[in-house]
T-cell receptor, first 113, second 111 residues
Framework: DTGVSQNPRHKITKRGQNVTFRCDPI?????LYWYRQTLGQGPEFLTY????????KSRLLSDRFSAERPKGSFSTLEIQRTEQGDSAMYLC???????????FGSGTQLSVL | LAKTTQPISMDSYEGQEVNITCSHN???????ITWYQQFPSQGPRFIIQ???TKVTNEVASLFIPADRKSSTLSLPRVSLSDTAVYYC????????????FGTGTQLKVEL
């Protein structure tokens, strides 16, 4: 399977705990995006990497959120001190062309109790 | 940022052609128009992309008028499995915040 892979698919955590999600993009893609989606809403942009450089970060992203993409390959998204409002589907997408055609993973569904 | 406006929902019957229009009045010169399909609990899936005029692939057609301020996704002969949310996205090189999703159009196909 050469698509975008996200792990885990589901994560249940207690409020205040830290969680980390992983995304493996399509291997030849140099652009990687993280989005968050809640029920009934479209995906909300969180951050964007071109290779290992984090080029854009949404102002909606609090300092509890951090993302990395070491060596320009896989990426991780960490949420510290989780809150119930962080419950959502976290989507990763990658792109390899200038027209920014996005290929999404299946997402990680986070539930904060 | 090129904001998009789509109908919230549409209903159709199997075998009919469905046209979903998206307005993007502030589209920039280097922006492409891309449509995605999303099923529950899955990530959006690329359907079709265009810059101007008409684009057709094996699943859909995309019509873009000369002023590029709107676009229409056309799904020929829909089936029950086409029931999904459809998103119109405008953006060009550089990515990031330009790739902003709206609330999409919920298409419901019935027998």
């Amino acid at each position: 399977d050469t698509g975008v892979s996200q792990n885990p698919r589901h994560k249940i955590t207690k409020r205040g705990q830290n969680v980390t999600f992983r995304c493996d993009p399509i291997s030849e893609h140099n652009r990687l995006y993280w989005y968050r989606q809640t029920l009934g809403q479209g995906p909300e942009f969180l951050t964007y990497f071109q290779n290992e450089a984090q080029l854009e970060k949404s102002r909606l992203l609090s300092d509890r959120f951090s993302a990395e993409r070491p060596k320009g390959s896989f990426s991780t998204l960490e949420i510290q001190r989780t809150e119930q409002g962080d419950s959502a589907m976290y989507l990763c997408a990658s792109s390899g062309d200038v027209a920014e055609k996005l290929f999404f993973g299946s997402g990680t569904q986070l539930s904060v109790l | 940022l090129a904001k998009t406006t789509q109908p919230i929902s549409m209903d159709s019957y199997e075998g009919q052609e469905v046209n979903i229009t998206c307005s993007h009045n502030n589209i920039a010169t280097n922006d492409y128009i891309t449509w995605y399909q999303q099923f529950p609990s899955q990530g959006p899936r690329f359907i079709i992309q265009g810059y101007k005029t008409k684009v057709t692939n094996e699943v859909a057609s995309l019509f873009i008028p000369a002023d590029r301020k709107s676009s229409t996704l056309s799904l020929p002969r829909v089936s029950l499995s086409d029931t999904a949310v459809y998103y119109c996205l405008v953006g060009g090189t550089g990515g990031g915040n330009k790739l902003t999703f709206g609330t999409g159009t919920q298409l419901k196909v019935e027998l």
